[in-house]
C-alpha cells in the first residue's frame, strides 16, 4: 500500500467512526482532520468534500456486498435455484443486522444516493451481474427456461430489490420479510423453469441463518 493510500484509508477510517457515532450531518472536515493528525487542507488533497469521503465508504461497503454474493455463487453442489436464494437471504440479512446495529448507516446510504444517484446506477449495475450469472448457469444447465437473459435479470433483480436494505423501504421485522421474500422466490423461480416442472417445485423455506449473514 502506498504512502498516499495509507492517507486515504486513514482519513476513510476516521470518516466511519465519526459518522458512525455522530452522523453525517454534525461531522465536519475539521473534526476529521483533528483525528487523523492533520490539517484540514490535507484532507481536501484526497478529497473534495464530505460527501465524496461518505460516497468512497458507501462504494467500498458495494464492492463488500458484491464479494459476499459472489462467495455464495462459489459454494460448490448449489443448483442455480439455491444459488439465487443463497444469495438474496444472505444479502438481506446482512444489510438488515447493519442497520439495525449501526443505524447512522441508513442516514449516510440516504445522502449519498441523494447526492450521488451515479453510486446507485452502478451499484445496481454490479449486483445485476450477479443475478445474471446465475441465471445464465441455470439456463445453460436447462434448470431454468429463459428466452431472453438480459430482461430475465432486470425482472429478478427489480424484484428482489426491496431485499437490499430493507429499512430503506419498510419497517418491517426480519422474520416478516423473510417469509414474504419466500413468497416472492417461490413465484420468481417457478417462472424461470419449464412449465412441465413447476408443479414439483417446492416453495422456498427460510433458511437457517449463519454467522456470515450476521457478521457487519
Given at each position: 500500500m502506498s504512502e498516499s493510500d495509507k492517507v486515504r484509508k486513514q482519513i476513510i477510517d476516521a470518516a466511519v467512526d465519526?459518522?458512525?457515532?455522530?452522523g453525517y450531518p454534525k461531522t465536519t472536515i475539521a473534526e476529521l482532520a483533528a483525528d487523523c493528525a492533520m490539517s484540514p487542507g490535507n484532507i481536501y488533497r484526497f478529497f473534495k468534500g464530505?460527501?465524496?469521503i461518505a460516497a468512497e465508504i458507501a462504494r467500498l461497503e458495494a464492492l463488500q456486498a458484491v464479494e459476499r454474493m459472489e462467495a455464495?455463487?462459489?459454494?460448490p453442489y448449489r443448483s442455480s435455484r439455491q444459488r439465487l436464494e443463497e444469495v438474496v437471504f444472505a444479502d438481506m440479512r446482512h444489510t438488515f443486522h447493519l442497520l439495525e446495529n449501526k443505524p447512522r448507516v441508513l442516514e449516510l446510504a440516504q445522502v449519498v444516493?441523494?447526492?450521488r444517484?451515479?453510486?446507485q446506477i452502478e451499484s445496481l449495475r454490479r449486483e445485476r451481474r450477479i443475478f445474471q450469472r446465475i441465471l445464465r448457469d441455470g439456463?445453460?444447465?436447462g434448470e431454468f427456461t429463459i428466452d431472453n437473459i438480459t430482461h430475465a435479470t432486470i425482472a429478478v433483480h427489480s424484484a428482489t430489490l426491496k431485499y437490499r436494505y430493507t429499512q430503506l423501504f419498510t419497517n418491517q421485522t426480519l422474520e416478516e420479510l423473510e417469509r414474504e421474500l419466500c413468497f416472492v422466490l417461490t413465484l420468481l423461480i417457478r417462472g424461470l423453469t419449464n412449465a412441465a416442472n413447476q408443479e414439483a417445485l417446492p416453495p422456498t423455506r427460510v433458511p437457517l441463518e449463519t454467522k456470515l449473514d450476521q457478521a457487519v
Open positions: 465519526r459518522f458512525l457515532h455522530y464530505k460527501i465524496d455464495v455463487l462459489e459454494c444516493v441523494q447526492e444517484p451515479q453510486f439456463a445453460e444447465t
